[in-house]
């Protein structure tokens, strides 16, 4: 990678490489361990002009998206998490019952629904088949394409343009991030509005979630690169949310900028934290591959030690994130015997890169060991309370991030 996708400088910076590892969500059935594995390199760059943080493009979102198993649906909190953004986006927007709402990636429709239900009109733009189809059935009209500036104007040809467009966990995803915001522009009334919600890189950096660089994920946003990269389509920040979806998410709200007049004061707030944070000079990124080579090490030497000393540990959780910290770290089946999902489809399967094998979850009250690794460290404390049953065998829960921490549970 030579340019910077936004603003096109030469100037990109290295924060962290992190290595080579294969798409994190690719994981092994039996029969493919014997067969080569695609590795690509996942090194993390931010461009010292627009401080877009970004990694070369090497998956494309088709490879991505075209059939993804993620149903928005099956997960309760992200369905609440939606009826409440809709109720407050119809007061903010103002949406009457003559309104039209455009939702881009909207899944298998578990957002728009909401929007169904109010009696406004709606349409997704999904690009996975499969889920698009899942959101028809469920009532949600929806159209199978990437975003781009000629399907946004398409959209708007046919159906009007778009009092609201909705885009929440997908502006990471795309490389081209240019022709996606001139989509949402193409997409958005002169007098409408543009939502947005998507990972903060304020607290990636802040709490060392390493673990949720992945390849899929392009870019990484501060306030000030998003409003960089709103700009490239027209479109003008007004209004910033902090969330705590995904360690520390922003939703922005954005405007075509002929209308959008001055940003509130919490925009003003949030960007005084960034710079603060050394955001936009290198002293918070040189500071973040610091902290990150510790984790790796502080967690090495414990499992080592662990070995040396004859105790067993195991994993839990098999998310796509904790690839991203097995492959860096470097962890093989002699530090880590095998590790444990909820998910049968990754029951008999391996991790990709590091091939570490993935059984159900009761395989650890069966086998009683010494520590259990938890892989989704965020989900910490509702996984202290799920696995105090280690308690009865005198097992430890072990966090890699943000700093390795051992924690012995109570009954
Ligand atoms: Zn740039």
């Known amino acids: 990678m030579t340019r910077c996708r936004l603003c096109g400088s030469a100037a ?27 590795a690509y390199p996942l090194h993390l760059r931010v461009c010292t002009d627009c401080w877009l943080a970004q990694i070369p493009p090497l998956i494309t979102p088709e490879e991505t998206f075209q059939e993804y198993a993620y149903f928005s649906s099956y997960s309760t909190s992200w369905v609440e ?32 629904r909401h929007v ?54 997908v502006y990471a995803h795309i490389p081209d991030v240019v022709g996606f915001t001139e989509g949402l522009r193409a997409l958005v009334a002169d007098d409408g509005w543009v939502s947005i919600e998507v990972q903060h890189l304020l607290t990636l950096i802040e709490e060392n979630q390493y673990d949720t660089i992945y390849h899929e994920h392009f870019q990484y946003y501060t306030v000030a690169s998003a409003i960089r990269a709103l700009a490239s389509g027209g479109l003008t920040l007004v209004d910033v949310e902090l969330l705590p979806t995904h360690g520390g998410s922003i939703r922005l709200w954005a405007r075509p900028s002929e209308v959008a007049g001055e940003p509130s004061s919490r925009v003003a707030e949030v960007l005084d934290r960034e710079k603060a944070a050394g955001l936009q000079d290198l002293s918070g990124y040189a500071e973040f591959s610091a902290r990150v080579a510790k984790v790796r090490r502080d967690l090495l030497r414990f499992l080592i030690d662990a070995a040396e000393r004859g105790e067993t540990v195991v ?37 990709p890169g590091t091939r570490i094998p993935i059984l159900p979850p009761e395989q650890i009250a069966a086998d009683r060991p010494d520590y259990v690794l938890v892989l989704p460290w965020n989900l910490r404390d509702e996984l202290i309370e799920q696995l105090s049953f280690v308690h009865e065998w005198g097992g430890r829960l072990v966090f890699p991030i943000p700093e390795l921490s051992v924690v012995e549970v109570k009954a």
């Open 315 to 351: 994993g839990y959780g098999a998310p796509g994130k904790g690839n991203t910290l097995l492959n860096h770290c470097g962890i093989r089946p002699d530090l880590l015997a095998y590790t444990v999902d909820r998910n049968p489809y990754k029951h008999g399967r391996f991790t």
């Open 116 to 169: 169904v239900d109010r009696g406004i009109r709606c349409l997704g733009v999904e690009p996975s088949v499969n889920v698009g189809a899942a959101a028809r059935d469920a009532g949600v009209p929806t159209l199978t394409e990437f975003l781009s500036p000629e399907t946004g104007a398409a959209v708007r040809a046919e159906h009007g343009p778009a009092d609201l467009v909705v885009a929440n966990n």
């Open 81 to 112: 998490h939606a009826r409440t953004f809709v109720a407050g986006a119809v007061e903010r927007v103002g949406l009457g019952s003559d309104a039209f709402v455009v939702e881009v990636a909207s899944n298998d429709g578990y957002l728009l």
């Open 12 to 38: 990109l910076a290295s924060v962290v490489d992190l290595g080579a590892t294969p798409p994190c969500e690719s994981f092994l059935a039996a029969d493919r361990l014997d067969r080569p594995e695609p």
